[in-house]
């Protein structure tokens, strides 16, 4: 089992830039595949980016690519790189872990085992 904790979140101007990590106690992240999440208030959960446990292989979201970069450093901690930030993007991010998927990443929050509690992230205009 592992436990994920989210960081690096806050407020930040249209066009500013945040990292947010995720780091974990238990288990190492390189046995898992992981992925970055997004809830906005009144809107269901969304797929925001995820990266392969073998292979760093990435899926982003249409809204996000070309800003957001994900990365890992395969033993502890797990990147959300957000560039070119817009207000729509203002939402409480959750990083996950999948124990099954090994070159590829899924979008659905189901195939994910273990969350964290979330950062929030807020864009103003």
Do not use: H
């Not at 990590?21 to 238990?26: E, L, N, V, Y």
């Amino acid at each position: 089992q592992v436990q994920l904790v989210e960081s690096g979140g806050g407020l930040v101007q249209a066009g500013g830039s945040l990292r947010l990590s995720c780091a974990a106690s238990g288990r190492t992240l390189s046995d898992y595949a992981m992925g970055w999440f997004r809830q906005a208030p009144g809107k269901e959960r969304e797929f925001v980016a995820g990266i392969s446990r073998i292979g760093g292989n990435t899926a982003y979201a249409d809204s996000v690519k070309g800003r957001f970069t994900i990365s890992r450093d395969n033993a502890k901690n797990v990147y959300l790189q957000m560039n070119s930030l817009k207000p729509e993007d203002t939402a409480l991010y959750y990083c996950a872990a999948d124990l099954n998927r090994y070159y590829s990443v899924s979008s659905q929050i189901a195939a994910y085992d273990y969350w964290g509690q979330g950062t929030q992230v807020t864009v103003s205009s």
